[in-house]
């Protein structure tokens, strides 16, 4: 019998090929295929049921998905054009600073340095309706005499979530578009300048051009994470009260683990997918586009 | 009056010599043997395990601990346990909101533990631990319901209480019934500064609340036949008390936000007057170190509704064998060694409620001379006859995430109570029929 002999190549690749499949695919064959049945965390037995597109008619069917899909996209829409234009500010701030640039920008990136479970407390705590700081403040100040349910009103606690996120991640944006700022050549500008071009032109035709690209990777990066959002509204508010806040990684968490109902999960979470495939399409197109805009190769 | 003494000192005898008798069948010998734990972890559980050592070196045998987690994270860990086959520890933590979602993984321990050490415990306890006939697991000190806190001063001020007394026709002192907690918190609420009570207002702590609250209204959770019934009469009655208080702000605006911790703090901030609260934190809101109120707390017995029941949710922690156990004598002596009599008192010196009818006694004999020592150990004494363990269901914690979110509904204004338990009586109806049980 003649033994399968593979190229060096492929020899060498097998290794790569093998940590691959055991950390990515295998998982999410797993999880797939799991979204086809009722499995139970409870009821072991339950995985081997195959129950096909069941778990997803009963998801695309329910209102409450969606309305969490909803809340979430307008999460991201408002969280990311928030962070992006205070990052940017932020940024350009940064750059114009002459001396202790360093030093700022150590201290730009100190939000991203807490576990976002630590800023949903922080916040927590902050919007906290009794012995808050931000009632007690608004309260001393004499802004309002009442208890302000920070976390608890329809709109406000969503608002509260929103700050939270912003405070957290504004940095990613400012970051990434200063390093955007700094590796810019500066010729341009000069020549904008001496071609008499207003602060306002300058920024619209030839600095944001050639920062749009980092703008636009910090853009897919945190719409990534924001669509994932799970561990500051977690603590936050854990998705309440009555839904309010409702996300769909707290919804998806609570129907796996709380529910046990890991089939169920697996199946919103596919679709929940489709929401950050949609996005990063989204934002590669754009950044492509832009690549081309400032003659970058793609 | 000699011959009483002698009568005390033979039975003092007698019960040294049995416990010597039982000490010699218990813990027992098991040289050489492991035993895999995965129990609960956090401050107020820690002092009990150090006993574990005692253990080891009394059988002979080692303890490993595989995990130590909140309640909530163990379950999640079971729960994958369970879900991958990996039920390899033999000692498990184990809580009566839990335990019922796990029914086939916990042996029966009645054959491995002594008769007379399952009649040594409080027997209602002994019954919400038997599921299904199998004595799933022994109650810990760590026994749970809830108690009514009070500032004292509110009920000594002769301007409060005539202004109460002219407004509600009745004298002002710590209620008896719910209806007086709502007279009375509305009484004294001057929000923002100072509420007139306050409830947990999420996941199974406001399911639990309204739970017991239906039950003192007369009301059924789940009926005979298996069906979610609170979205009754009682159930109305239950759920408006939430709402009413809510909408009369006497309640912080942010409770449907609050948890136990927050309560808690909110309760020793001084900034509470009522306060329905576990056991666990007597010491804690008579401490001057953490507590604005020390000196000036009450405990009273929990209130009753209006079909004269008492509230009285409860809850325990435990300790479980499991089924897959090599060695299930060595795992049951251990349970029956962090449950005894010893063990017991040493975890309940600290506040949490024994579940040993003698370690009652004990206590409360050891508490003489300490007035709020006495006051709440007698008010929870009297608040643990009251006591009724969630519907034994495994799909209970499933059922409460389902629920609370149209309880809270209702509480924000959302939805009026009647259409708020309809609609989470369907989803739990819907629960039961995915599970088998309708």
Redesign the interface.
């Known amino acids: 019998m003649k033994s399968v002999k593979l190229s060096t190549p492929a020899l060498l690749l097998l290794p790569a090929f093998i940590v691959l499949a055991a950390v990515i695919i295998v998982p999410l064959v797993f999880s797939l295929y799991s979204s086809f049945t009722p499995f139970r965390l409870t009821k072991p037995d339950s995985l081997w049921v195959f129950i096909g597109f069941r778990n997803y008619v009963a998801v695309l069917s329910n209102w409450e998905f969606w309305i969490a899909f909803g809340r979430t996209v307008l999460l991201l829409t408002i969280a990311l054009n928030a962070e992006m234009f205070l990052g940017l500010g932020l940024a350009m701030l940064v750059e114009k600073a002459t001396r202790g640039q360093r030093i700022l920008r150590t201290m730009m990136m100190f939000p991203m340095m807490f576990s976002p479970v630590l800023v949903g407390f922080q916040f927590k705590f902050l919007f906290n309706d009794n012995v808050g700081f931000v009632n007690n403040a608004l309260q001393s100040l004499g802004l309002t005499d009442r208890a302000i349910p920070w976390l608890i009103d329809v709109n406000l606690a969503m608002v509260s979530i929103i700050i939270a996120e912003i405070w957290s991640s504004t940095s990613v944006f400012a970051i990434l578009i200063l390093a955007g700022l700094m590796a810019m050549p500066k010729d341009p500008i000069e020549a904008a300048n001496v071609d008499g071009c207003t602060p306002w032109q300058t920024f619209r035709y030839v600095i944001w051009p050639y920062i749009t690209p980092f703008a636009l990777i910090a853009m897919t990066i945190r719409s990534l994470d924001v669509a994932r959002a799970y561990d500051i509204v977690k603590i936050m508010t854990d998705g309440g009260p009555a839904k309010r806040t409702e996300l769909l990684w707290t919804l998806i968490g609570r129907t796996a683990y709380g529910d046990a109902r890991m089939g169920m999960a697996n199946a919103m979470a596919y679709v929940a997918i489709l929401l950050s495939i949609l996005f990063t399409v989204y934002f590669f197109r754009k950044l492509a586009a832009a690549r081309q805009q400032i003659g970058a190769e793609w | 009056m000699k011959k009483l003494l002698c009568g005390v000192c033979a039975g003092v005898i007698a019960l040294t010599l049995a416990q010597a008798g039982n000490a010699a069948e218990l813990p027992g010998k098991f040289d050489g043997v492991t035993i895999d734990a995965k129990l609960i972890g956090g401050q107020q559980y820690e002092k009990l395990y150090e006993r574990i050592g005692e253990w080891e070196k009394l059988t002979g045998a080692k303890v490993n601990i595989l995990s130590k987690k909140n309640h909530f994270e163990l379950d ?1 860990e079971i ?2 346990d ?4 990996s039920i390899s520890w033999c000692v498990g933590s184990n809580h009566s909101s839990f335990a019922p ?2 029914p086939d993984i916990y042996t029966d321990l009645t054959p491995l533990v002594p008769a007379e050490e399952l009649a040594a415990f409080v027997p209602n306890l002994i019954k919400a631990s038997t599921l299904d006939g199998k004595l799933v697991m022994l109650p810990r000190a760590q026994f749970d319901v809830s108690a009514l806190y009070y500032q004292k001063s509110l009920y000594q001020d002769e301007e409060k209480k005539t202004a109460f007394k002219a407004k509600y026709g009745y004298d002002l002192t710590p209620p008896d019934t719910w209806a007086q907690v709502t007279d009375q918190a509305e009484f004294f609420a001057a ?2 500064n100072f509420y007139g009570t306050q409830f947990a ?3 199974e702590a406001i399911n639990g609340r309204f739970y017991e609250m239906l039950v003192a209204e007369g009301g059924e959770y789940i009926d005979g036949e298996g069906k979610p019934s609170f979205n009754s009469e009682a159930g109305v009655r239950a759920l408006d008390w939430f709402v009413k208080l809510y909408k009369d702000k006497v309640v ?3 409770t ?2 609050y948890l136990w911790d ?1 309560l808690g ?2 309760f020793a ?1 001084g ?1 509470v007057a009522l306060n329905l609260d576990w056991p666990g934190w007597a010491t804690f809101f008579n401490d001057p170190k953490s507590s604005k109120i020390a000196g000036n707390v009450g405990v009273k017995v929990q209130p009753a509704g209006s079909s004269g029941k008492r509230t009285g949710w409860s809850g325990f922690h435990g300790f479980s064998v499991t089924e897959s156990c090599a060695n299930k004598e060595a795992a049951a002596s251990l349970v029956w060694w962090l449950t005894n009599e010893d063990s017991q008192k040493l975890e309940s010196a600290a506040g949490p409620l024994p579940s040993r009818t003698a370690v009652w006694e004990y206590n409360i004999e050891a508490a003489k001379g300490d007035a709020y020592k006495t006051e709440v150990l007698n008010a929870f004494q009297e608040a643990s006859k009251n006591a009724f363990p969630v519907p034994p269901l ?1 799909e209970w ?2 059922i409460s ?1 389902a629920v ?3 309880l ?2 209702a ?2 204004g ?1 939805k009026t109570s009647k259409e708020a338990l309809d609609a989470a009586a369907t989803k739990a109806t819907e629960i039961l029929e ?1 599970a088998g049980k309708l």
């Open positions: 999640k729960k994958s369970i879900a991958t086959g979602q796990y929000p923002p207002g999420k996941e912080p605006a942010g449907t936000n927050d703090q909110g901030s900034s495994a914690i499933e995430n609370y979110p149209e809270q509904a509480i924000l959302d995915d």
